[in-house]
Each structure stands twice: as C-alpha cells, then as structure tokens.
C-alpha cells in the first residue's frame, strides 16, 4: 500500500510501509539547495524507521531537492536504519542492494546540515557494503555542479556521524599496508546497556571477570566439573548453563530472592534448591562432599596435565593411580623431556613433556609478561614476514590479571602471505632457543561447513615458549594465524569464554548459520561470510556488542 506523502505537520498514525515517495510540485525555490542533493533518486527504506522519522527524511529530501521513487531499484541512494545484511535481504534484492550507495538516516541529516552531498562511505548502513556504497555514492559533479562545488571534503566528527558507522570508528591510525579492518580499535566500543540478564544465551547478556555472587558461581562449578570429568556432558552441560545465568545477574542474591532465582533461565528444581541451600548455609552439602571425595582430586589433578582428557582420567584412577608420583611413574618421566620442533610422536610422549614441566606451567602469567611474550614474537614475526598484525585473545583479553598461558591470533593482510607462516615462525623461536616444545602443530586446510571435529581450519602452534628474560619460566603460547578474511571470526573464537562461544553457535544455529573460529557459514547452501570487524560478527547475528571484559560467562 503506497505510503502518501506527509504534510507539512505529519501525522504520525497515517504512515505506513511501502511508499511511493513524491516531492511537493509546490515546493519554493527558496526551500531548494542546489548543491544538496540536486534531481538524485533516493529511497527511503521505512523497515526500522518510526513513522515521524520517515516524514523528517521525506521531508529532508524533498528540502535538498531530490526525487523520491517508490523501488530500490530505481534508485541512485538508498537510505535505511537496517544494519543486517539478512533483515536487509528481506526489503531489498542483495544484488540491488550491492549496486546502491547504501547509508543512514544520518547521512541526509548532515548532507542538508552542510549544504553538500557528503561521502557515503562514512555512513554505510552495512559495513560489508561499505565500498560498494562508498563507489556508488554519486557526486556533485555527477549532478552537474559547478566546478568549484565538485570535491566533496568529509564532514568533521560529529556524534551522528559515529554512531551510524560504528564498524569504522574509534580505529588506530595505521601504516599503509595494514588495512584499516585487521586493526584494533583505539578505544574499545561500549557494550549495549541494561541488557536483560533473563534472556537465554549468554551472548545475550553481560558477565564480569568477578561477579557479585562469584563464591556461589564457583561452588557450582565444582558439581560442573565432576559431571564433566565422570563423562555425564548433558548433566555438565546443565550446571555450566546455570553458572553462566547466575554470572550475568547483576547484584548479590540474598535467601529473600526466590522469585528472583526463578525467573533466571537455565535454572531448573534441582539447581535452584542448591542456590538456595547455599544461600541460607553458606555453602552446599553436595559440593562439599565432592571437594573431599579422593576420586573427585584424583580426576581433576589427571586432567589438569595436557594430553589427558576426562576418559583418560578416568582410565588411569580404574588402573589404580591416585596422584602425580603415580603418574609420573605410569609414563616413566625421566630426565629432560625431549625437543624439537616438531612435537610429540604420540600423545603419551604430549603427557610426558607436560609431566615434566608441571611445575613450571602450573605457574600463572602476569599481564605484563603477556605482553612482553607478544611484543617478542611480533619482533621476531617481523623478520619473517613484515606487515603482520596481532591480537592477545583469551583470558587476558577478557580482562584476567593472570592468565594459564598465552593465545595470540595473527595474520597478514596479503593472504598468500599469511599461509605456512605458523610454521615459518615456529621455526625461527625454535632456532632463537624461545620455543622449547611442540604440542601441536597444524595447518591451514579446507573450510568444512559439516565440521564435527574440534580443531577449527586454521593454521596453529601450541608451543612451550621460553621468555628471553633473566631466570625465565616457561609458558604456554598458543600461535593461531587466520587468512585475512577469517581473523575477526578467529579474534572472537579464541576470546572466549567456553560458554560465552558455545551460545554463540547456538545463536548462529537457530538463523541456519554455523560459526567457528575459522569463518560464519550458511547452512543450506554452505555460503562463507568474512565479517570485516569483530562488531560485524555481533552484528550479523543480531545480537548487542559485548565488551571482551564482559564475555566471562564461565565460574
């Protein structure tokens, strides 16, 4: 149904969808900026739009003396509040959508503000189209300006112009080579406020490193890890969903707050009657029998080594072992452990390396040291490849003042670059005398849009690094490397925390999509999508950005 122009004072009730857009015949000339946006075709899509937003720009447009058609197809410029290419693609063809300049409300707003059509590409709408919008954005000389009027300057920072581009603002002032997109921003962007701490994912709502009922959260936890260890997933699964929910409420609960307690998701009977027990005890009978039990510290200091996983664990306590003199003794830990680059032979020889560095790895990493382990392998990066760039993910990244080891992810804005320079670099540690082990080394190989496995495509090392530092601690350093096009998935995938990322996939499920680490997949027809800024991935998903510090969803 068409959608009749406003007069002059709209009425707000007699807007509709679908409009057929016209200027006023009887529009003065005096209303009229020649050097606005002078006989351009521009559609207004109302998906998002209140009604009296709609009139404003119906009325904008016709001020800076545009044409207004009713199709997207025939248009030069399409103005929409629609940030999600898959809400997009329900109004407009993506074909159509990808030969338009695509932008905010905002950028009509500040075009009419300064008398001049101003650059599109500030004011993409989807920050994947933002070259095609910026290519398509018609000029002034396209509209036979004068020649004095035909170069276009930017507008100077203005609050709309940051709020309808946020995928490009607050960004580092990089070197010529890097792209503007394989950049960190310089000031990290606000997570959505007052997010419902009742919805259902945790990549719904917001969790803090340390919560206001951390004690409980923990406690919790260590029923999580038992059904974990003992092999019951769906029951682990159930506590962990439940520590996630009891992580994002945002103040201490009290024995006074029953309903509060139920309206949390993911709580059930039998979870709930332990919140409460322990919120009128101080602690839960359960937990305490499980903290003394010596099957319980038996499991959870075997699986505490690397290369030994809950099976395992529990495959070596039915052989009768019950502590680390055991263990060592099982897989006969003598002497150094061997090295090389090229890493264990088997999984047992995984176990006896990390057996015999226990001591060392068991040792906490302050940020510092994180940092300073960064900058060393970037230095050294630098000499194989230049041009690389980096990020700290994981618990450091999600605010840790101490981390258990050290997950970098890399790439090169050249993706034939960037393939085979996990090995390269390890190599190069190596023959520095920085990396002493191996635990895992693998390379790129094909995206599978049916993976079942773990292990995400990407090219990885995860090493036992040697600081060059007096007295130096060995340490864990997990060296990912993403193609250009994967390293925001990758930043988001090895960030964290576990249940934070598992909802993430649920999310990405129930729209028909798969997301890992090593790229966002459709479903049905196994179509990839490379989002350009890790905003982007939130984005496409629907779903509110999250601060790193506020994704610890895990006790």
């Not at 709209?10 to 946006?37: E, F, W």
């Not at 009325?59 to 545009?66: E, P």
């Not at 080891?405 to 085979?420: E, L, N, Y």
């Not at 459709?522 to 989002?531: I, K, N, Q």
């Amino acid at each position: 149904m068409p959608l009749k122009r406003p007069k002059a004072e709209p009425n707000p009730s007699s807007t509709s969808s679908d409009a057929v857009l016209r200027p006023s015949a009887k529009r003065r000339k005096s209303d009229v900026d020649p050097g606005t946006l002078h006989s351009r075709k521009v559609y207004i899509l109302d998906a998002k739009l209140k009604p009296d937003e709609v009139a404003e720009l119906v009325s904008l447009v016709d001020k800076a003396g545009a044409i207004l058609v009713s199709e997207a197809k025939e248009s030069e410029i399409v103005i929409t509040a629609v940030g999600m290419r898959k809400r997009l693609e329900r109004h407009i063809d993506w074909s159509v959508a990808k030969s338009k300049a695509l932008v905010t409300p905002n950028w009509l707003r500040d075009s009419v503000q300064q008398g001049h059509a101003l650059p599109c590409g500030t004011y993409a709408a989807l920050a994947s189209l933002h070259d095609t919008t910026a290519a398509n954005c018609p000029t002034e000389s396209d509209s036979d300006q004068d020649e004095s009027s035909a170069q276009l300057s930017p507008p100077t920072s203005t609050p709309s112009e940051a709020k309808s581009s946020p995928s490009r603002a607050n960004k580092e002032v990089e070197p010529a080579h890097i792209p503007e997109n394989l950049l960190p921003p310089r000031v990290p962007l606000k997570t959505t406020p007052d997010l419902d701490h009742t919805v259902r994912f945790s990549c719904q709502r917001t969790s803090s490193l340390v919560c206001p009922n951390q004690e409980l959260c923990e406690q919790l936890d260590v029923v999580r890890k038992l059904r974990e260890l003992e092999g019951e997933e769906r029951s682990s699964l159930s506590y962990r969903r439940a520590v996630a929910s009891i992580k994002s409420y945002p103040r201490q609960l009290s024995k006074c707050d029953r309903e509060e307690i139920a309206r949390l998701p993911n709580i059930g009977t039998k979870i709930s009657k332990m919140v409460l027990e322990y919120l009128e005890n101080g602690n839960i009978n359960e937990v305490e029998k499980i903290k003394a039990s010596e099957r319980y510290n038996a499991l959870v200091l075997f699986a505490s080594i690397y290369g030994i996983g809950p099976s395992t664990a529990r495959n070596l306590y039915a052989r009768g072992l019950r502590n680390l003199r055991d263990l060592e003794a099982f897989y006969e830990v003598n002497g150094p452990p061997v090295e090389g680059i090229e890493g264990p032979q088997s999984v047992e020889m995984d176990i006896q390396i990390a057996l015999g560095l226990r001591a060392e790895l068991a040792i906490k990493i302050p940020r510092e040291e994180v940092e300073l382990i960064h900058r060393t392998i970037m230095n050294e990066l630098e000499v194989v490849q230049p041009g690389c760039v980096s990020m700290i993910v994981g618990g450091y990244r999600r605010g840790k003042s101490e981390s258990n080891d050290v997950d970098i992810v890399f790439t090169h804005p050249d993706a034939s670059k960037a393939i085979g320079l996990c090995t390269k670099l390890v190599r190069r540690l190596h023959e520095q005398g920085m990396v002493t082990h191996v635990m895992h080394l693998s390379s790129f190989h094909a995206h599978n849009a049916l993976r079942t496995t773990h292990w995400d495509s990407l090219e990885k090392s995860l090493t036992v690094f040697r600081p060059p530092i007096p007295n130096p601690t060995r340490r864990r350093v997990d060296l990912i490397f993403a193609l250009p096009e994967t390293y925001w998935t990758a930043v988001v995938g090895w960030t964290g925390s576990t249940m934070f990322e598992r909802d993430l996939r649920s999310v990405a499920k129930l729209q028909g999509m798969k997301f890992d680490s090593s790229g966002i997949t459709r479903r049905h027809d196994s179509t990839l999508f490379y989002p350009r800024t890790e905003k982007e991935v939130f984005d496409m998903f629907g779903l509110p950005w999250i601060d790193p510090t506020l994704r610890n969803a895990d006790a």
